[in-house]
């Protein structure tokens, strides 16, 4: 796929030249080989597929130049759902998106390929749902990201900036690496086992998920805080303590934590 004059830019390669984006120059050598060293080792142990996401967009914010992530996995049925985001503007955007079944994270899933847009408002006539959410939320550009592996795509890596301009060129090798890594991670898992228990597993995640929406909204109400710094106060207590940001939403939601 390529750019239509619309401000839109997908494809298999993501070498997008020089001169497309500043971006951090990847700065963060030793977070950078820590990150892939934590998502590798789904390849040799049990894992918690909401934490190995979530570890995903938390690391893609923290070492790209950009300022939010999610992430949309595919069920047994090719159904998106988002399983992972970075703050509540991005998972608004993302639930729009599978809602209106359009926008560069719905296509980078369906055509396998990156879709950069690095002028969401040039996209408005083909996405405009999308697109207003984006603008709502405060974001002026994406870049998604297929979790791919050969000819099997199981979601998407989506990267949101409030800047209009595209990643550079070592930002989208560094995002698509993340991706494959993680997509292996998942398949990998999914192949060690039977097809009912991968099934099972993504249950459990969308589960999951639930569950820490509804401690965002437990800890949001109780603190008199936004569900925002919220979803902060539970990362964060699960980083502290070792522990599955799911153990936590869930010991909060059935009120063994406060936070």
Request: hydrophobic share 45%; aromatic share 4%.
């Amino acid at each position: 796929m390529s750019g239509d004059g619309s401000g839109r830019d997908a494809g298999q390669g993501l070498d997008h030249g020089a001169g497309l984006g500043h971006g951090t120059g990847l700065g963060h050598g030793a977070e950078l080989l820590e990150v892939f060293a934590t998502l590798a080792d789904t390849l040799i142990d049990d894992y918690d597929v909401v934490d190995l996401l979530q570890t995903l967009v938390d690391a893609s914010v923290d070492l790209l130049d950009v300022d939010a992530s999610g992430i949309l996995l595919a069920d047994q049925h090719g159904d998106l759902d988002l399983i992972a985001s970075t703050s509540e503007s991005s998972r608004l955007v993302e639930l729009i998106q599978l809602s209106a079944d359009e926008g560069p994270c719905i296509e980078s899933f369906r055509g396998g390929m990156a879709v950069a847009v690095p002028e969401i408002s040039a996209v408005a006539g083909e996405w405009p749902r999308f697109a207003q959410a984006a603008a709502d939320a405060g974001f002026a550009s994406v870049y998604a990201v297929p979790l791919r592996l050969r000819r099997t795509t199981i979601g998407t890596l989506n990267l949101f900036r409030t800047a209009s301009e595209d990643l550079d060129e070592l930002e989208t090798r560094a995002a698509q690496a993340m991706a494959d890594v993680a997509t292996i991670g998942i398949l990998h898992e999914r192949t060690l086992r039977a097809s009912d228990a991968a099934r099972e597993q993504l249950e459990r995640a969308l589960q999951s998920r639930v569950t820490i929406e509804q401690a965002k909204g437990v800890v949001a109400f109780t603190a008199s805080i936004s569900v925002e710094d919220a979803f902060e106060r539970l990362r964060t207590h699960a980083r502290s303590s070792r522990r599955s940001l799911a153990d936590v939403a869930r010991d909060v939601v059935e009120r063994r934590l406060e936070l």
